[in-house]
């Protein structure tokens, strides 16, 4: 299936194949060589390009917008324009509920370093929340959407399974 997805900002036209149930996506990338394989794993997705893997975090933001976290590098992809809509598959680092909540999960295992917020407090999406380490490298782990933070389940030097949920960002009510 072709779609137009944004990056960043920038435009990509990609063709995307999905097997086992849509745990598995085969990406092509119109104007580079190879293709991207990406696994669905109980904390986030294993992506895989030649012989580089890399460990992936993944949360729903705005509508249609996902973000990826890869080590320190965040990701904004947008999948407006003639792509479908984003859906999120049970395993992923967070994703949206019907009343607009999101839950964020631990993209694998590791340790929460440090709280940046606190339950309660209100966010932008993109704030940094906290600081997870995993496989030896601190990720700030951000709110997916704007909103306040509920549920927070993590303290400071907790160790924590692939895809336990951290905390939940509830959507503020208009006045």
Known sequence: ???ILA???????VEVRAEADGAVLRVGIEGD?????ARE????????KGRRTVEAGVT???????VVQIAEHTYRLETGRGAAGGTRRNG???????D????????MPGKVVRLLREEGEQVAAG???LVFEAMKMQNEIRAPASGVIANMRAAAGTPMEGGELLFVVEPVESA
């Open 1 to 3: 299936m072709r779609r």
């Open 7 to 13: 990056l960043d900002g920038r435009e990509l036209r």
């Open 33 to 37: 060589d190879g293709e991207l394989v």
């Open 41 to 48: 794993t109980p904390g986030g997705w294993t992506i895989t």
């Open 60 to 66: 729903g933001g705005r509508s249609g917008e996902l």
């Open 92 to 98: 992923s680092a967070a994703g949206g509920t019907a």
């Open 100 to 107: 607009g909540r999101s839950e964020v999960r631990t993209p």
């Open 127 to 129: 704030d940094g929340v």
